[in-house]
């Protein structure tokens, strides 16, 4: 039940682009996405809804497609302060709310 | 103005003690819940109460036992810990049930020595 992450890890240089993808085997009524930096709190990043919805946050878009069961986190132009871990959490229809998150992918932007 | 704050910090003991966990959120969110990240970061949804009724309760042992109080508060109580509950505990609410931002404190370092 729980989504898959991929990739586990990722090193980038400032200024480099990456994608983070979630994919899970069960229908999807949302997906979230959160970042987690080293000894702190997961931080809310962004929600999608609908099928092929996708949505920005600066330099940070996710899309989402309700029939592949998938989301997908785009990382533009990274910058230092992205460096976390990424997780998704995936919340299916009819779960009363519940999110299931996904094992995380390391993201370490290098100067 | 902290908006989830969980006491204490951080939380050494030994095993078989019994410890709690407090939370407060001062969002006026109806929702709270309370996660376990192991030491993998796998972050795990134990329990949620909605408006102080409780609406998930995932497998875990019943040595923890969540309480709300009132719509703000949500308090976690384990007895005889165990080495494997050394974890760190999360609190976090969201203004409803399906598909909203969740807020998470800063959480609770539980070590059982």
């Known amino acids: 039940q729980q989504p898959v992450q991929s990739p586990q890890a990722v090193i980038l240089r400032e200024g480099e682009d990456a994608v983070i993808n979630c994919s899970s085997s069960?229908?999807?009524?949302?997906v979230h996405w959160y970042r987690q930096k080293h000894g702190e709190a997961p931080v809310f990043l962004m929600i999608?809804?609908?099928?092929?919805e996708q949505k920005g946050h600066e330099k940070i878009s996710a899309s989402f497609n309700e029939k592949k069961q998938q989301s997908s986190l785009y990382l533009t132009a990274s910058q230092l302060s992205y460096s976390g871990t990424y997780f998704c959490g995936t919340e299916r229809p009819g779960n009363t709310g519940k999110l299931i998150f996904g094992q995380g992918t390391t993201l370490q932007v290098k100067p | 103005d902290t908006a989830v704050s969980q006491t204490p910090k951080y939380l050494v003991t030994q095993m078989g003690n019994d410890k709690s966990i407090k939370c407060e959120q001062n969002l006026g969110h109806d929702t709270m819940y309370w996660y376990k990240q192991d030491s993998k970061k796998f972050l795990k949804i134990m329990f949620s109460y909605n408006n102080k009724e409780l609406i998930i309760n995932e497998t875990v042992p019943n040595r923890f036992s969540p309480k709300s109080p009132d719509k703000a508060h949500l308090n976690l109580h384990i007895n005889s810990l165990e080495l494997g509950d050394s974890a760190v505990y999360f609190c976090?609410?969201?203004?409803?049930?399906?598909?909203?931002?969740?807020?998470f404190g800063d959480g609770t370092r539980l070590s059982i020595l």
């Open positions: 976090a609410s969201s203004q409803q049930v399906f598909a909203q931002p969740q807020h």
């Open positions: 069960k229908a999807l009524y949302s």
């Open positions: 999608l809804l609908k099928g092929g």
